[in-house]
């Protein structure tokens, strides 16, 4: 059972499954209306579908980051990680946007974005943990820098996602950001902003909550996420 439910079979699952959804997204936005009619107000249209189609391209590029780590800086990623980051995934991007989550399960969005910044303040830990054990570096880090520069680098992710979704919006007249409800009515004021304000928030929770977990792990050495680090591999394993 092992060797069939393992992190490699879940890549490969999700994989497919975003491949999948780029075979549907595509005859949708063939046959879809440019505008809902009155009477359907709710149904999707071609902007909701290139949208789809754009988060599926880019969640099967995310499915490579892990083994171009591996092969470009020489990262071995624990499956724990590798597990969490392809539930992740799946979670956001076929399940929130081709099985529309994100509009018919209440707080979808915060839940994820509040766990995803949890995971990149691991990372980010993660990350500045090899440096710590690196001979290219002449000083130790403390904790408490670790724990600031999880916090700044998951936060930091967090705007490059909401960039992200802006430049969607602008360049394909998509609703990433959520500034129209599913009718297409356009919001406005604040109710345009709350959805990016809100991600941005709660991404930055979950890297305090992270950051503070981690700081006291780090600390005491003790705890989960001084037992789960990044390592680089060993030559010898190529070998």
């Not at 800086?73 to 392809?86: C, E, F, N």
């Amino acid at each position: 059972m092992k060797k069939i439910f393992n992190a490699q079979s879940l890549m490969w699952f999700i994989f497919l499954s975003f491949a999948g959804s780029i075979a549907f997204t595509i005859v949708r936005i063939i046959l879809a209306p440019s505008v809902a009619p009155s009477s359907e107000s709710t149904i999707r249209v071609k902007s909701d579908y290139v949208l789809m189609l754009v988060q599926c391209f880019l969640g099967l590029l995310a499915m490579l980051i892990p083994g171009m780590l591996r092969r470009m800086i020489r990262l071995d990623i624990p499956s724990v990680m590798i597990i969490a980051y392809a539930v992740f995934l799946y979670c956001a991007i076929y399940l929130g946007e081709v099985r529309d989550f994100y509009h018919t399960i209440p707080y979808w969005d915060t839940i994820l974005h509040t766990f995803s910044g949890a995971a990149l303040g691991a990372l980010g830990f993660s990350l500045v943990s090899i440096l710590n054990k690196s001979d290219l570096v002449v000083f130790s880090l403390s904790p408490v820098f670790m724990a600031l520069f999880a916090f700044g680098f998951a936060v930091s992710l967090g705007v490059l996602w909401e960039i992200y979704e802006y430049s969607v919006d602008a360049l394909l007249k998509t609703n990433a950001q959520k500034y129209a409800l599913k009718s297409g009515q356009l919001l406005v004021g604040q109710a345009a902003l709350s959805d990016t304000m809100k991600d941005l928030i709660v991404d930055a929770i979950g890297a305090l909550t992270m950051a503070v977990i981690g700081f006291i792990s780090m600390k005491y050495k003790k705890g989960w996420l001084h037992r789960f680090q990044l390592t680089h591999v060993n030559e010898k394993t190529d070998t």
